[in-house]
């Protein structure tokens, strides 16, 4: 990645940062013309969670999807195809049950058993290195697998109000988050990010297979094994907090190649720059869309996103023939 | 002369019986063999792929404990497979062969020796597989390693390039000081580049020696089926 394009990421980003925190405008001004103190307070208690979340969840899928591709050689793998996001939801709703949706060490918890869960299943299911077609069918089994659970824990709700509560969660949304649910999802997100950059040499030499990789001195099936546990650790935590959104980690890598000429471990730094802008400017989407009413962010992603998806396998097809 | 490889009790599972070998600076030594008759095992137990399966020096040596670039330097794994999972540019390719200490300066040295100038742009999923092998060979060969580990390097290269590969082999060889393991099919070819000659059969080196006196010896139509007839190799009658 050149310095250019560093800098003009880390410029979006910034302003994404920024204008989430102050759009819209009117209301906060005129609250802080009224009462200095109280526009404060909502730029503190609710505007910042809500940009920190949608900046380091963005960075999270961004970069796990760009370490999860490198893995598999496969440009359609990606936390929510893969069922990560499907497992993580699934044992979030699950713990939530138990401990009711306000417990984050909870439901951090068993969002990372899901999703560890979910990618280890797709491991023994499609192998290290699955084609496309294994990749999509393992994914697609067992986020449908997931799904199908976790719609019969709804189904078995203790309560309406628990029924309402996980419906609302599972749907994606970044509202109403508080500072310290925020920094639960921040703290491990950060920290599997920087463990998985450590990464990138070792999946770029994947490039060449995995002997070339192993006759570097890389141990790959340590590799995979990291991969796997950062990656759940990290977009389970944000489950836990938002619920499921998808695509983010689908597009975000794609999008990182280019300015990586293609490198596949390079480019999870600006994969996660690119998650954090995408999904930072889809939540300003939600936030000024003129419908009355807020939209949950995972409905704007999944609209935005399925589109770019078909594109891509089309174009797949047409590459093959 | 103290050998450059110095490799013993190599064994993996079922393909590789417990063998020996060594090899000297500027010597290239060509595997040959039939299918499955080991010789990408040996490749892969010299090169540590897979984890440590045996003794094997490099210089003195352990590629094992080696880290990344030290490992670079000691040895380089070039696969039978040509298959690339991301269509990077060919130049971008070959510099994940570097070490640490190199630079661009490396990458232009072995795209003009391998005559790689006018592919070296382009990306690697445009390239036919004969040129794709090539850009491959030059990845294994750009970090100057001790000891080149190469499986098949010649499939794939039309007879000029096959020649004219084997020619930069034994040249890098005698200059550097570099040692080559070459799995090889061609026996002619093998035979007319090697210092020294290794025959594989089930798993084990079955013999080795001056490639000239192997080639002419009862041993090949016993290993391969094959026998020198009517000016070329046919299957034993």
């Known amino acids: 990645m050149s310095r250019g394009i560093a800098l003009l990421l880390c410029g979006l980003l910034a302003a994404a940062f920024l204008l989430s925190l102050l759009v819209p405008w009117g209301d906060l001004a005129a609250l802080l013309g009224e009462d200095r103190g109280l526009g404060l307070a909502v730029l503190r208690e609710l505007r910042l969670p809500r940009a920190i979340l949608a900046l380091t969840y963005g960075a999270m899928l961004g970069a796990s999807g760009a370490a999860i591709q490198a893995l598999f050689a496969n440009p359609l793998a990606s936390p929510d195809l893969t069922g990560t996001t499907s497992g993580?939801?699934?044992?979030?709703?699950?713990?939530?049950?138990?401990?009711?949706?306000?417990?984050?060490?909870?439901?951090?918890?068993?969002?990372?058993?899901?999703?560890?869960?979910?990618?280890l299943l797709l491991i023994a299911l499609a192998g290290p290195r699955a084609e496309t077609a294994t990749l999509l069918l393992a994914g697609l089994a067992i986020s449908a697998l997931a799904g199908a659970l976790t719609t019969l824990a709804l189904a078995l709700a203790p309560s309406p109000f628990a029924f309402y509560d996980a419906?609302?969660?599972?749907?994606?949304?970044?509202?109403?988050?508080?500072?310290?649910?925020?920094?639960?999802?921040?703290?491990?997100?950060?920290?599997?990010?920087?463990?998985?950059?450590?990464?990138?040499?070792?999946?770029?030499?994947l490039t060449l297979g995995e002997e070339v990789a192993a006759s570097f001195g890389h141990d790959v099936g340590r590799l995979r094994l990291w991969i796997v546990t950062l990656t759940a650790f990290g977009v389970g935590a944000c489950v836990a907090i938002c619920g499921a959104i998808g695509f983010v980690g689908l597009v975000a890598p794609i999008f990182a190649r280019r300015v990586t000429g293609g490198h596949p471990g390079r480019a999870i730094v600006p994969a996660a720059l690119i998650g954090a802008i995408l999904l930072l400017a889809a939540d300003l989407v939600v936030r000024t869309a003129p419908l009355g009413r807020t939209l949950p962010i995972g409905v704007v992603t999944a609209l935005l996103g399925a589109p770019f998806f078909l594109w891509l396998v089309a174009h797949m097809r047409w590459r093959l023939r | 002369m103290s050998p450059l490889l110095d490799a013993s009790g190599l064994a993996i599972g079922g393909r590789l019986q417990p063998s020996s070998i060594a090899a000297r600076p500027g010597e290239l030594v060509c595997l040959v063999g039939p299918n499955g008759s080991g010789k990408t095992s040996l490749l892969h137990a010299i090169a540590g792929i897979g984890g440590p399966a045996g003794e094997v020096r490099i210089d003195g040596h352990d590629p094992c404990r080696a880290g990344p670039d030290e490992r670079r330097r000691l040895l380089s794994y070039l696969p039978a497979t040509r298959d690339i999972a991301w269509p990077l540019a060919a130049r971008d390719l070959i510099a994940l062969g570097l070490s640490g200490g190199e630079g661009e300066a490396g990458i232009d040295r072995i795209v003009a020796e391998l005559s790689l100038e006018d592919i070296a742009g382009r990306r690697i999923d445009r390239l036919s597989t004969g040129e794709r092998s090539r850009v491959l060979i030059a990845r294994a060969l750009v970090a100057r390693p001790r000891l080149l580990l190469l499986d098949e390097p010649v499939a794939n290269l039309d007879p000029l390039w096959q020649l004219r590969l084997m020619d930069h082999l034994r040249l890098v060889t005698r200059r550097d000081g570099q040692a080559?393991?070459?799995?090889?099919?061609?026996?002619?070819?093998?035979?007319?580049?090697?210092?020294?000659?290794?025959?594989?059969?089930?798993?084990?080196?079955?013999?080795?020696?001056?490639?000239?006196?192997?080639?002419?010896?009862?041993?090949?139509?016993?290993?391969?089926?094959?026998?020198?007839?009517?000016?070329?190799?046919?299957?034993?009658?």
């Open chain 1, 88 to 119: 993580a939801a699934l044992g979030a709703v699950i713990t939530a049950y138990i401990f009711g949706f306000s417990a984050p060490i909870a439901l951090s918890v068993g969002a990372v058993a899901g999703a560890l869960g979910a990618l």
């Open chain 1, 167 to 205: 419906y609302d969660w599972l749907m994606g949304s970044l509202l109403d988050r508080s500072l310290a649910q925020a920094a639960f999802a921040a703290l491990p997100a950060a920290v599997s990010i920087l463990l998985l950059v450590r990464l990138s040499a070792a999946l770029d030499s």
């Open chain 2, 180 to 237: 080559a393991l070459i799995a090889a099919h061609d026996l002619d070819l093998a035979a007319a580049y090697a210092d020294r000659l290794v025959v594989m059969r089930d798993g084990r080196i079955a013999a080795e020696g001056e490639p000239a006196e192997l080639l002419a010896s009862a041993l090949i139509p016993e290993v391969f089926g094959i026998e020198r007839r009517d000016g070329g190799w046919r299957p034993v009658a």
